[in-house]
């Protein structure tokens, strides 16, 4: 599903992330603005986040990494409220308020 499926195109970025917390879903973004902000800015520690870093746009090596995240992290994102895991070529890296990356 997509901010266009559930009516929040065009809001802003604290509304979206504040609906998929309050569903319990996993926001998926490769804005850089909206990624600075929940990765170091105001929105640090709200929602469960992948955002992604990619230089190389190769859709279906992205699905296959996101897939693959979601299997790994099952755990985090099942018992955590809040987790911003960055997925790039190299790999993924998981930040969780009150810790270091992972």
């Not at 603005?33 to 986040?49: A, N, Q, S, Y």
Request: aromatic share 6%; net charge neutral; glycine share 10%.
């Amino acid at each position: 599903m997509s901010v266009i499926d559930i009516g929040l195109a065009g809001h802003n970025d604290r509304e979206i992330l504040e609906y998929s917390e309050k569903n319990d879903l996993i926001l998926i973004s490769g804005d850089k603005d909206f990624g600075g902000l929940v990765e170091f800015g105001t929105l640090w520690g709200r929602g469960k986040v992948i955002l992604l870093r990619y230089r190389l746009i190769n859709v279906d090596q992205i699905v296959k990494s996101i897939a693959k995240v979601l299997d790994r992290e099952e755990e985090t994102f099942r018992t955590k409220k809040s987790v911003v895991i960055v997925l790039s070529e190299a790999g993924y890296r998981v930040h969780k308020p009150g810790g270091l990356p992972k």
